[in-house]
C-alpha cells in the first residue's frame, strides 16, 4: 500500500504530528510506501487561479515541492491529513497545499468531478479549544476531502491541545476527563480505520 502523511504543524512532536504517526504505525506494513511531508518546511507556491486544470489535469504552477506532493497523493492507497486548528482554520501551509489540489477536479463550472475518486484518507485536527469550539473546522474538511473524491474513513479531533491552563481544579479534572475520552474515542476510530483497510 502506498501511504502519504501530510503534516500541517511546525511542530514535529505537536499533539496533530504525533497522532498522525500513531494513525501510520498502526496501518503499516513492512512492504508499505510511505511518503511523508511536513508542510511547513515544504516549497509550496500559492496556487495561481490560472484554471488551467479545470481542462487537464495540469498545474502552471512549476519546480516547488507539490509537484512531488501532488504525484504522492493522488497515486496514495491512503493519505494521512494532519494539522492544529490556527485562527479558527486550518494552518497556512496546510491550506497552501490543499489549494493546489484543485487539478484533482475536473469538468466544468459548477459540475466538478474528481478525477481520481476513492482514495482513502483520514484527518486529523488538534485545537487548544475544548471540543464543543471549532467543530466546523472538521465538518469544513470533510467536506473539503469529500469535494476532491477522497473516501476519509474517519477525522479525529484532540481537543485541548495546549497546556491545560485551567485554573481552577474542578474544572481543570473535566478538561483532562474530555481530552482522555477524546483519545480513547480516537483510539477506536483508529481501529475502525485499520479494519478499513484491511490491517
Ligand atoms: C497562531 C496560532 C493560532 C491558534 N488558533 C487557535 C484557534 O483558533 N482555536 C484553537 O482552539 N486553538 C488555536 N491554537 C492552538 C493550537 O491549535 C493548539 O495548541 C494545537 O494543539 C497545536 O497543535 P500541534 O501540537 O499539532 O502543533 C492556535 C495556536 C497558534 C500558535
Known amino acids: 500500500m502506498r501511504i502519504t502523511v501530510l503534516y500541517g504543524s511546525a511542530r514535529k512532536n505537536g499533539v496533530s504530528s504525533s497522532a498522525a ?34 481542462k487537464q489535469e495540469v498545474c502552471s504552477r512549476k519546480g516547488d515541492d507539490m509537484e512531488n506532493i501532488y504525484k504522492d497523493i493522488v497515486s496514495s492507497d491512503f493519505v494521512i491529513f494532519s494539522s492544529p486548528v490556527y485562527c479558527l482554520d486550518v494552518t497556512g501551509p496546510f491550506k497552501l497545499m490543499y489549494d493546489r489540489l484543485y487539478p484533482m477536479l475536473g469538468g466544468p463550472q459548477p459540475k466538478y468531478v474528481p478525477r481520481h475518486p476513492g482514495i482513502r ?15 466546523d473546522v472538521a465538518e469544513r474538511m470533510e467536506f473539503r476531502l469529500k469535494n476532491n473524491g477522497f473516501d476519509n474513513l474517519a477525522t479525529l479531533r484532540y481537543v485541548f491541545g495546549i497546556d ?20 480513547q474515542d480516537n483510539d477506536l476510530l483508529i481501529a475502525e480505520i485499520c479494519r478499513r483497510l484491511g490491517r
Not at 510511505?34 to 511547513?40: C, F, G, P, W
Request: charged share 30%.
Open 21 to 54: 504517526k500513531k494513525v501510520l504505525n498502526a496501518v503499516r506494513r513492512e512492504e508499505d510506501e510511505i511518503r511523508e511531508y511536513y508542510l511547513a518546511e515544504q516549497h509550496i507556491l500559492p496556487c495561481a487561479g490560472c484554471l488551467a486544470c479545470r
Open 121 to 135: 484518507s483520514c484527518m486529523i485536527l488538534s485545537q487548544g479549544a475544548p471540543p464543543f469550539a471549532f467543530a
Open 164 to 183: 491545560l491552563s485551567v485554573e481552577e481544579e474542578e474544572m481543570r479534572a473535566k478538561a483532562e476527563a474530555l481530552r482522555e475520552k477524546q483519545v
